[in-house]
């Protein structure tokens, strides 16, 4: 069970470990649950710290997760959406694949790339290319590329949407782009590059 109660963190890092830190706030140690990746990027100790979290209930023991921005965290909430797929499984897959490569992955169909992750098996891969094209139809590749219009924007905020983004930062992020041309899927890739740049 998701809790809305924390949305981030912003305090001292007293120590970091591969699959966790913890961060002093308010008087209050957090431990956090983290993927590896966010590990090798994050700052000596006794720095500042702001980390995007997510609180689930686990037989009614709450247990944070940690990310370094708010498109990693929307992007596990999405993976945990997928049936079968608990934290421990989406924190393994945030932790050896960017959101770029999984994307990727999901777009060709490619279980290999996804079952390369340890403890992810063929049926898990599967599930999740099934089931996240399903949630994300935005997301279908297109061979040929076409002028940016209407109908490609609605598909490109469609699937940003599902990942957790409002409308006013899709909006945002459309018109810094400006004009131009390329498929759904190239438009896509590159509002969500200014999206998890922030």
């Known amino acids: 069970m998701i809790h809305p109660m924390l949305s981030f963190l912003q305090g ?6 591969p699959r966790h830190i913890i961060v002093q706030a308010g008087g209050l140690g957090f431990k956090i649950l983290i993927p590896t990746s966010f590990y090798f990027s994050l700052p000596g100790l006794e ?21 370094p921005g708010s498109a990693e965290r929307d992007f596990f909430m999405t993976l945990l959406s997928v049936s079968g797929v608990g934290p421990k499984v989406a924190l393994a897959l945030l932790g050896h694949l960017t959101i770029q490569k999984f994307l990727n992955a999901l777009h060709a169909d490619d279980t290999g790339a996804i079952t390369a992750v340890p403890g992810i098996g063929i049926k898990t891969a599967r ?4 089931e ?12 040929h590329s076409c002028a940016i219009g ?8 469609e699937a940003l949407l599902g990942l957790g983004y409002s409308s006013r930062e899709v909006a945002h992020a ?4 400006g004009a131009g041309d390329g498929s759904v899927e190239e438009l896509f890739k590159k509002t969500l590059a200014l999206l998890v740049k922030g």
């Open 47 to 67: 720095a500042d710290v702001m980390v995007h979290t997510v609180m689930l209930l686990k037989d009614d023991e709450p247990l944070l997760f940690g990310f």
């Open 127 to 130: 599930r999740l290319i099934y």
């Open 132 to 143: 996240l094209k399903e949630k994300l139809p935005g997301l279908e590749t297109k061979e």
């Open 12 to 17: 001292k890092l007293k120590e970091k470990h």
């Open 150 to 157: 209407t109908n490609n924007w609605l598909l490109v905020e």
């Open 174 to 177: 459309r018109d810094l782009l």
